[in-house]
């Protein structure tokens, strides 16, 4: 089993930064796509950053160009820097993994970006 848990959310004004971080701990040599999505209310679950075997990165077209995924493979932790933070991207944000093929998250954290 594999157990994600993110930490680093909270109050933000627009323009400004945040960075997410999501440690893991038990078989994470099984997981094969690390990734955060997020969650505003009403709206379905959307991905916004992912890892793919090899390296390869991808985003959203609503982040592109302003957050970035990075993974500490020493540290079994993904994180997330979020910079010129909008309204829009206020939601809560998980940490997700693809394990044994199946989709895991983490408990998620939220994101708040206000004036």
């Known amino acids: 089993q594999v157990q994600l848990v993110e930490s680093g959310g909270g109050l933000a004004q627009p323009g400004e930064s945040l960075r997410l971080s999501c440690g893991a701990s038990?078989?994470?040599?099984?997981?094969?796509?690390w990734s955060w999505y997020r969650q505003a209310p009403g709206k379905e679950r959307e991905l916004v950053a992912a890892?793919?075997?090899?390296?390869?990165?991808k985003y959203s077209d609503s982040v592109k160009g302003r957050f970035s995924i990075s993974r500490n493979n020493a540290r079994n932790t993904v994180s997330l820097q979020m910079n010129e933070l909008k309204p829009e991207d206020t939601a809560v944000y998980y940490c997700?993994?693809?394990?044994?093929?199946?989709?895991?998250y983490g408990q998620g954290t939220q994101v708040t970006v206000s004036s």
């Open positions: 038990g078989s994470i040599t099984s997981i094969t796509v």
């Open positions: 890892i793919y075997p090899g390296g390869q990165l």
């Open positions: 997700g993994a693809v394990y044994w093929g199946r989709n895991i």
